[in-house]
Structure formats: structure tokens, C-alpha cells
């Protein structure tokens, strides 16, 4: 048997050669001075070899060891020599089994059934918050500290809700893995408990992911209802402002719709006055402060459909019993709880919803007055301005708010039918 001594003086020679171990190990030396592990065995009646691994790399040691678990396997029947070649496969296919080859392959499986904004916002998180940093890393190689690192990247810049949107991402690209047999575990889904909470600052509740608001307008949709219920809840949803302020709008709010007929409204916006908008009441006379709201072409469709039932009076969403009478304030929440979304959505929580979805879309690739104009939307007024203040801003970035409202609209309820298609009217 070899000793280390032995293989340490095994130099080259004029010719390859070996020296031999036990029970079929042995040193090959090539004329270039390489030293490998040998292994000579017989199987299904002819005879093999295997290389088990350089030296000094695979000391003799671990050759022997080596050698003892091939001959456990021919114990067992099964040649090493193949059992090596599947392992050597597997590793390649291992290596390219990426995170970023799978994620893609998952994005690829549910882009259809998300809008094209949402679509991209999908991958875009994936491409700017992840893929640096372990996209080129086989998927069975990325444990709980490789997830960790990846999303506290994302907290250290305070986006702590886009951090969790991440992980579920990440994590659905796991279960994907798995169950395309390439992963054996998530760990994404364990490291959630780790990750910085998500900042309660809306005391009503609602529902602050794309895939769950679609959800719910599958859900509610599709209830039995007034369609005048099911109208305002599409406007509410689209516009994302105050529903008293929904409740009681009149149709002479509404600016460059045709309802006569059904052309494109590029520039239809509904014009708040001062005086029903959420102002302390020396504002409310001031005409600065009207508040100017862009409507999306999702929802101009739902306000057309909305004027075949209620164009003749002078409110949009009046009540089932009297036209000049507004929507009672509890009708959406109590449709919203017999759909199943008590303590989770309520008619305010669009806002929030909008809030918090629209600022992690212009986050990954908007503008850096987004988030200004974003509060522009919802008409949060700074404390302290002025009635000359708010003239002076009262119109300002309406086209990038136009434009945001187009991108939600279509996020929202691009995947939808038209309203007129979802009560069931004959197409136009």
C-alpha cells in the first residue's frame, strides 16, 4: 500500500505510469508530472476505471474513502463510473438552473394574465433589486442569508414595503423551481418574519398589492348587486379619491367627455370646487383650491356607462330611492363586507391602495417629483399653504398626473371587461 511519502517522490518519468494502492486504487503520473486517483473495478463482467480526483487535491486519505463508497455501490449493483457521469450532469444542469434562467421562466408562465404595467413592474423589481446580486447563482445554491441580503439592500433605503413585494416575488420564483423539479425549498418564504414590518400609517384597511386588488374586483364583480353599486366601486377604485367626494359628485363636474358618443376623452378631468373638498372652512371659498382630477379612459368608460342610468339627473351616483339624494355613504362598505372584505378593504382604502402600489411603481421608474405628484392625486395639501400657494399649484404636472392615472387605470383594470360588458349590455 502507498504511503504519503511514496506519493510525494512520484515524479514524471519518460513515460506514464501508475503505482498501486489496494483493492484496485492506484496513482496514475503522467510524463507532465499530473498525479490522479485511479480506481480499476469490474462491472457486468468487464473491466473499468474512474478517476476519483487529482492529488494534492484528493489526499490518499480521501481516495480511500473514495474508493470504499465506489465499492459500496458495486455492492449495491450500480456502476460508479455512471453514477459519477449522472452527478457530473446534474451539477451542469445545476449551474444552469440560475435564479434569473427560473425567474424569468415563471414571469414568462404568468405575464398573461397581468396588465402590461403590472407585467413590467414585476420584472423590473426582479431586474433592479435582485438579478445583480444573485441572479447567476444556481437556485439550489441561495439559503435564507443570501434572500436576507438581497432585501435588506432594499430596507437600508427605507422602501420597506417594497422589500416585502420583493420577497413574495422571489418567493413565487421558489415554488416554481420546485415544482419544476429543479428546487427543493423556499427560502424566501422563511426569512419574512426577519424583515423590518411594514409601517401602519393607514388606520382603515386595504388591500396593497396589485394581485390581490384584482382579486377582489374578480370577487365583487361578479356578486349580485345594483349595477349602479358596481359602477361606483370601478370609479372609486380608479380615481382613488374621498368616496363623499364620489358620493356627491354632479355630472357638471365632469370636463371633455362627448356623451354622445363613445370617441376617445384624452383630456376629460373632473373639476372638485374648493367647497366640497376636506379643507379647513376659510379655504373652502377659495377657488384655488379646487381640486383637478384626471380621468383615465377606464374610467371615462365607467362614467358613460354610469350616464345610461343616471345621465338625466344632476347626480353621477345617486340613491335607489331619489335622484337628487347621493349614494348612501354605507353602500359600498356593506357590499364590500358581503363580498367577503370586512376588516380587510373598505371604500377609503383605494387610496391607500393607490398610495402605496403607484409609489413603488414611479419608485423603480418614474420621476423624482412622483411622489409630490402622487400627493397632488390624492390631494394631500401641505399644512400651512396658502390660498396663493394653491392656486399657483393647483394645475401643476397635470399632464405627469394624467399619465399616472392612464398607468393605474390600465394596471388596475386592463385584465377586466369593459363595464358595460360586465353588467351584461349588448356591445356597442
Known amino acids: ?19 498501486s494502492d489496494s483493492e484496485g486504487l492506484y496513482l496514475y503520473v503522467t510524463r507532465t508530472g499530473h498525479r490522479s486517483w485511479r480506481m480499476k473495478y469490474r462491472f457486468a463482467g468487464k473491466e473499468r476505471r474512474i478517476i476519483l480526483g487529482s492529488y494534492p487535491d484528493i489526499s490518499l486519505k480521501a481516495a480511500r474513502d473514495r474508493k470504499i463508497a465506489a465499492r459500496k455501490m458495486l455492492a449495491e449493483g450500480r456502476d460508479p463510473g455512471l453514477e459519477a457521469q449522472k452527478q457530473k450532469i446534474g451539477r451542469a444542469v445545476a449551474a444552469g438552473n440560475t435564479f434569473e434562467v427560473l425567474a424569468r421562466a415563471w414571469y414568462e408562465m404568468q405575464e398573461s394574465r397581468w396588465t402590461p404595467i403590472h407585467a413590467s413592474d ?8 435582485v438579478f445583480p446580486w444573485i441572479g447567476k447563482l444556481p437556485i439550489g445554491e441561495i439559503d435564507e442569508p443570501l434572500v436576507l441580503s438581497v432585501l435588506r439592500k432594499i430596507e437600508k433605503r427605507g422602501a420597506i414595503e417594497t422589500a416585502h413585494r420583493v420577497r413574495q416575488r422571489m418567493s413565487a420564483v421558489f415554488v416554481h423551481a420546485i415544482a419544476e423539479g429543479t428546487g427543493t425549498r423556499d427560502p424566501a418564504a422563511i426569512v419574512t418574519r426577519a424583515l423590518k414590518p411594514v409601517p401602519r400609517r393607514r388606520k382603515r384597511p386595504a388591500l396593497v398589492s396589485v394581485e390581490a386588488l384584482h382579486d377582489m374586483i374578480r370577487k365583487t364583480e361578479a356578486e349580485p348587486a345594483s349595477p349602479l353599486t358596481k359602477l361606483a366601486s370601478r370609479f372609486l377604485a380608479l380615481t382613488a379619491q374621498r368616496p363623499g367626494m364620489i358620493r ?10 362627448n356623451w354622445s358618443s363613445h370617441d376617445p376623452a384624452p383630456d376629460a378631468l373632473w373639476r372638485v370646487p374648493a367647497s366640497r373638498m376636506k379643507l379647513m372652512l376659510e379655504l373652502k371659498g377659495d377657488e384655488s383650491f379646487e381640486h383637478l382630477v384626471p380621468l383615465c379612459a377606464e374610467a371615462v368608460a365607467v362614467l358613460r356607462a354610469v350616464h345610461v342610468l343616471t345621465g338625466r339627473g344632476p347626480l353621477v351616483f345617486p340613491s335607489n330611492r331619489n335622484a337628487r339624494v347621493p349614494m348612501s355613504e354605507n353602500t359600498l362598505s356593506y357590499f364590500y363586507n358581503r363580498c367577503g372584505y370586512q376588516g380587510r378593504h373598505v371604500p377609503h382604502g383605494w387610496r391607500a391602495s393607490f398610495s402605496t402600489i403607484m409609489n413603488e411603481w414611479a419608485e423603480r421608474g418614474g420621476t423624482p417629483s412622483d411622489r409630490q405628484v402622487i400627493d397632488m392625486m390624492l390631494a394631500h395639501i401641505p399644512e400651512g399653504v396658502s390660498g396663493s400657494e394653491g392656486a399657483y399649484n393647483r394645475a401643476a404636472y397635470l399632464q405627469r398626473r394624467r399619465e399616472i392615472a392612464d398607468a393605474w387605470g390600465e394596471m388596475l383594470m386592463g385584465i377586466f371587461p369593459e363595464p358595460a360588458k360586465m353588467l351584461g349590455w349588448p356591445s356597442r
Open 248 to 257: 356627491a359628485m354632479p355630472w357638471s363636474e365632469i370636463e371633455g367627455v
Open 1 to 19: 500500500m502507498l504511503t504519503e511519502l511514496t506519493i510525494k517522490n512520484a515524479k514524471a518519468r519518460d513515460k506514464d505510469y501508475k503505482l
Open 122 to 129: 414585476v420584472i423590473g423589481s426582479l431586474e433592479k433589486e
